[in-house]
């Protein structure tokens, strides 16, 4: 069981080869960031169509699902949000979007937003009442939330509304490396008391200065969260994304970035101008299987790497979704 | 198992409590009419969270769940459009909506859309070339495409290119009663032909011109149906509403007539102005059971009675949707 808990590499749907090729058991789109409901309506409308017209996908409901994908050699498919956007002003929505199929939803992307703060914000003034209202509705749905991209007072405050396992899909240690998207110990304590998971991220700028990481560096954010939290909280959030390198030319990647930039999401200190390399040896999804050959070099015995690559999340699936 | 095949009185879900007194097996109530897709996304959710908080309803994907309500004293919800504007120009959003539960989709609501000519058209030109690929999509998605409310070209058109069973969700025969709402033997019998079924419809001015229809009359209707295609191909589509009496005030009821007539979806010489009353007897959803033995009077056998009551819709609802 291999799973990479946030594949924003997915806001293209063909690009599923990437995560098939690399041996992947499910992962987990960015259906919407920023989207409003009628648009995610769309993409979610896309998104059904794909999967039936794609004999090697399954949409993934239950933890079950992804079982059933392992054993019939498919891919199973989690629907994620990063960001609450695409809920507007109506919990009701939520409802709509788990019959959608719906997993998970991460509570702000970066800025602002009428559930709390993101993690790039000015203030992190905690979680709104709407917010708190949110975190009981996805407790309601059996909706995973994601404290990821959100302000560290925004999650503690979610953490302490919500029931069940909190993660952050895709969040690394501050005390490594001291990016504003990364997140402190408090966080990852208070995560792995709910039962969740921190799954670790290979963005560059997010594991260090270095603007090609290697793989060594990659493992120590996991070696520090797995001291930190224990073995049953960490995985993988990796964060291929759609303007990486090689994935789009330059000048595209470069496009992307601006309008990342002049809509506030993204700021330059925090991320730095593309090309963006991910860990060498595990550039794409498709050699991602050297990680656990990286992982066994480092030590780890075949149980711990088991639940690194996707036991956990399984795990945390089964607890929120049920099957 | 009792089905009436159109619910417009639950635009309000609240009014569920008719049909369950009214000892319902399944009701169908109308999500959309011309709703945008946004509107659309949000009663979907309104409704999944009054399903979720009702212990004695539970959503109809496949015949089997109906059924199953049967079994447990439940009651079963099909989800309805009546038009096709929620799709706006975007077939993919068909798929979002069944993966939401729509069963059945109506080509047109009385006007001209992107789909084909409604039934109180000037014009009555056909199927739209986006009209064919919606009929073609409902067909890989298991959805019943329902003719009701669309003119009669149309709807031959959607017949001819409608794989499977087609239906008259509710619609009469303008051999009784010339309304442009009524339906000609040609369209009833190519509909038979498909396997379908045309639901009987309530309404008093598709039943003639006395605006306190008996039941006698209503029957009348049936028994035009059967001789004509046969007792496999005639169900209930009684069409209460919002509008009706007693439901509610004069004064509401004569304000969403006056907008239904501004917007052009309703004509002053097919639908009169309110009060409108239900064939005697059967006033209101509470007192449907009164049609059973109305039926039984008119000499119609225990297994007639049945298919007619629901049987016959749940036989449409298992070939196309399974289960």
Chains 1, 2 share one sequence.
Not at 255 to 275: E, F
């Amino acid at each position: 069981i291999v799973i990479d808990g946030v594949c924003p590499l997915l806001m293209e749907p063909g690009n599923v080869t990437y995560y098939m090729d690399g041996g992947l058991t499910a992962a987990v789109p960015t259906i919407a960031i920023r989207e409003t409901a009628e648009q995610t309506l769309r993409i979610f409308g896309r998104w059904h169509r794909f999967i039936e017209g794609h004999d090697r996908l399954r949409l993934a409901r239950k933890a079950s699902d992804i079982e059933a994908a392992k054993q019939a050699g498919d891919m199973a498919i989690v629907f994620h949000f990063q960001g609450t956007d695409a809920v507007e002003d109506d919990l009701d929505l939520l409802d709509a979007y788990k019959a959608l199929g719906l997993g998970m939803v991460q509570l702000t992307y970066n800025v602002k937003c009428r559930v709390g703060d993101g993690a790039l914000e000015r203030t992190d003034a905690g979680l709104s009442l709407f917010g708190q209202d949110l975190v009981r509705r996805c407790n309601a749905l059996n909706l995973i939330v994601d404290g990821s991209h959100t302000g560290e007072r925004t999650t503690l405050d979610a953490m302490e509304t919500c029931d069940g396992p909190f993660v952050f899909s895709h969040a690394n240690a501050k005390a490594l490396h001291p990016s504003p998207r990364n997140i402190t110990d408090d966080q990852m304590k208070a995560c792995a008391a709910t039962g969740g998971v921190v799954g670790i991220n290979g963005f560059p700028s997010f594991l260090g200065d270095d603007s090609r990481p290697s793989l060594d560096r990659f493992i120590e954010f996991i070696d520090y969260a797995v001291d930190l939290m224990g073995i049953d909280h960490v995985g993988l959030g990796i964060d291929y994304y759609m303007g990486m390198d090689p994935i789009i030319p330059a000048d595209k990647a470069r496009a992307r970035y601006d309008d990342a930039i002049k809509t506030g999401r993204w700021d330059a200190a925090v991320y730095p101008p593309p090309p963006h390399y991910f860990p060498k040896g595990i550039e794409t999804p498709v050699t991602l299987s050297n990680l656990t050959a990286g992982l066994l070099a480092r030590g780890y015995g075949d149980a711990d790497v088991r639940k690194i690559m996707g036991e956990n999340w399984l795990r945390v699936f089964r607890q929120v979704w049920g099957g």
